[in-house]
């Protein structure tokens, strides 16, 4: 009974020690997140600054709800799991609680008018759609986001290091023997004997490692003896440690030591470089994918139309072969064209389908959710593609209406004038210009130049390590354990004397005698150097021969716009002359066929142009590093022009 009330008069000193160290670093798992968040966005903002980009901020927490949730819910569309509406829709299980394990997640982006009907989209909601629910997007946010936390664990080498502990050992304890003792006698209960060890020990420390390579290491002990005894008096004891080492040549160093934390800085750089360009090369993508579907669109309606005027051509001729005025060879044929027409309609919505289904995966969303593109779009294009074909449609033509690219010396010899080449005249003043800018702007030529440098770097550590290793080190110890032979040596507690403190000193040192695995290290880091300038020659070469081709691009979409304009007016005017002459007799049916066939054929070939030359002149801005994206799905043009590199 004795030992058992000791026992509990020491739990309270017990469980304070328990609760010094325990307070002094105990967070929550979410709050262990919080300060890993609070630091990846601290890092990542600083690297915005440093490889300047725009500072936003890169979420990639879900947001509570999604387009694609919405579309789902509000469409009735088949979900087999929970798993399809998003994470946050996850059933409660043994491992996870959504309220638990995630932060309240801000509102997504969803466009206007989404609800049981069609959704219809243009280009600008399409890109601020697939930058909140694309995969991919999503994909890449994560991976940069993952840099930062990399970072955050190197830095982590050189924060001062905390630690702490406490621990208690519960003695085995028996009574004593016999009823002939002293004791028994007098007190006529025997007195505990202790059978095993005991005490309670809490203690802290901190280490730091220095840029410079120095390691600081320092703790302190507390302990505690005779609470389990029976004994009034508690006896308490504390150590102090202090050790350092400093390496002296191989090791020595910021340049050597702070390696680690350099290039995971340096990457995280490069990540946000590399998203820059995504980001940029994402908008081209997905407003290529947009114009395509646009334009497959467009393509379904022309086919639409050329079917519905072969279909009335049949009728007519049927009605012309009635009363003789036809030859049936000519009804055939015009039937046969109908079929035929049929086929291209048929194929052209399917088609569009197909494609309209592959553009909502591509923005993240399923393929069966009601969704259509603004036709409006289309036609904004033809309006600025007219404005840009406009003044040279109409001229430079002769009387047949063909394009006058051609010169005549007054005989029947043609000397045709060649295209614009990026080799000569003005074309190659704007060639030079864009590759100028182009190397200047682009964020991933910037880190090609910066992995010359790491090779360099990488090189000077790799020789640093065939020294010769010299390290000092020192060691302090100031204070006594506590125990329990203290009371019976008449001690109370045990000593805390600065001035009985002791020291000692250590030097090692490593000859370079042995040094066959940093010598192959070395001589691939010299190899590393000679690699990292080629792929800065190759990316040169690369980006200038890129960029050449989306000027010639560029101008061949717009010679194109200009052709495709005069061949539609040119089409529209054959059909409507082989229209009146087959009413006056004096054409026959495959005249007026060919006529409508050739029509299709530029309409479509029309578009096309269109929608070519407008990606060509987004693909241009992107290479040349001019066309400003955001992480939300919004992006600002370059006015080509005003740089100098337009046709």
Not at 99 to 104: D, F, G, I, K, N
Not at 568 to 591: I, K, P, S, Y
């Amino acid at each position: 009974m004795h030992a058992t009330r000791r026992s509990r008069r020491s739990l309270p000193v017990l469980l304070a020690a328990f609760a010094i160290v325990a307070g002094a670093g105990c967070r929550s798992a979410r709050d262990w997140r919080r300060r890993a968040d609070d630091r990846a966005r601290a890092y990542l903002g600083a690297a915005q600054r440093q490889a300047g980009a725009a500072e936003e901020g890169v979420e990639i927490e879900t947001p509570s709800d999604t387009l694609r949730r919405r579309l789902l819910l509000d469409q009735s569309l088949p979900a087999f799991d929970p798993a399809s509406f998003g994470i946050r829709d996850l059933p409660t299980n043994l491992y996870w609680n959504a309220a638990e394990r995630l932060e309240p997640g801000a509102a997504g982006f969803v466009p206007e008018g989404v609800g049981a009907g069609p959704l219809r989209i243009g280009l600008l909601d399409a890109v601020r759609i697939a930058a909140h629910n694309s995969r991919e997007f999503q994909s890449r946010k994560e991976a940069l986001y993952a840099a930062a936390l990399g970072l955050d664990l190197e830095a982590k080498a050189f924060r001062t290091a905390f630690s702490g502990a406490a621990s208690a050992a519960a003695d085995s304890w028996r009574s004593g023997g016999g009823g002939g003792d002293e004791a028994g006698a007098e007190g006529g209960a025997a007195r505990p004997e202790r059978t095993g060890s005991h005490g309670e020990k809490a203690s802290l420390g901190a280490a730091r490692t220095l840029e410079g390579g120095a390691k600081i290491t320092g703790a302190i002990a507390f302990n505690l003896a005779g609470m389990l005894t029976g004994d009034r008096s508690t006896a308490w004891g504390s150590v102090a440690d202090l050790g350092v080492s400093i390496p002296l040549l191989r090791g020595a160093g910021s340049l050597v030591n702070r390696e680690s934390l350099t290039q995971a800085e340096r990457d995280l750089v490069y990540a946000v470089r590399d998203f820059e360009q995504y980001k940029r090369s994402f908008v081209v993508g997905i407003e290529g994918s947009y114009l395509s579907l646009v334009l497959a669109g467009r393509t379904r309606q022309n086919e639409d139309d050329n079917y519905r005027r072969v279909i009335l051509s049949t009728r007519r001729s049927r009605r012309m072969a009635d009363a003789s005025r036809m030859s049936k060879a000519e009804f055939d044929q015009s039937h046969q064209s109908e079929l035929a027409a049929r086929a291209s309609w048929i194929g052209a919505c399917q088609r569009y389908e197909a494609a309209l289904e592959d553009f909502k995966i591509e923005l993240g969303l399923p393929p069966d959710a009601r969704i259509e593109p603004r036709d409006e779009d289309l036609e904004e294009l033809r309006r600025y593609a007219e404005r840009l074909a406009a003044p040279v449609r109409g001229s430079g033509t002769d009387e047949t209406g063909a394009e006058s690219g051609a010169k005549s010396g007054g005989g029947s010899e043609i000397e045709l004038a060649p295209p614009e080449s990026v080799d000569e005249g003005a074309m190659k003043e704007r060639a030079d210009r864009a590759v100028a800018i182009a190397f200047e702007r682009r964020p991933d030529v910037a880190t090609a130049r910066d992995r010359i440098e790491d090779a360099q770097r990488h090189l000077a550590i790799a020789e640093d390590a065939l020294r010769a290793e010299v390290t000092i080190g020192g060691t302090a110890r100031v204070g006594e354990a506590a125990s329990s032979s203290m009371a019976r040596e008449g001690r109370r507690h045990a000593d805390f004397e600065v001035r009985d403190a002791t020291y000692g000193a250590t030097i090692r040192v490593d000859l370079p005698l042995e040094r066959t695995a940093e010598a192959v290290s070395y001589r691939n880091a010299v190899a590393a150097v000679e690699k990292a300038v080629r792929e800065w020659q190759a990316l040169e070469d690369g980006l200038k021969r890129t960029v050449r081709q989306d000027l010639r691009d560029l101008s061949l979409t717009e010679e194109r716009l200009r052709i495709q304009f005069r061949a539609v007016e040119l089409a529209t005017r054959r059909v409507r002359n082989q229209d009146l002459l087959l009413a006056a007799g004096r054409a026959n049916m495959t005249d007026l066929l060919d006529a409508q066939a050739a029509l299709v054929t530029a309409q479509n070939s029309l578009y096309a142009a269109i929608t070519s030359f407008r990606a060509d002149e987004l693909r241009l801005q992107a290479d040349l590093g001019v066309l400003d994206a955001s992480v939300d799905g919004t992006w600002r043009e370059a006015d080509l022009a005003a740089l100098g590199v337009a046709p």
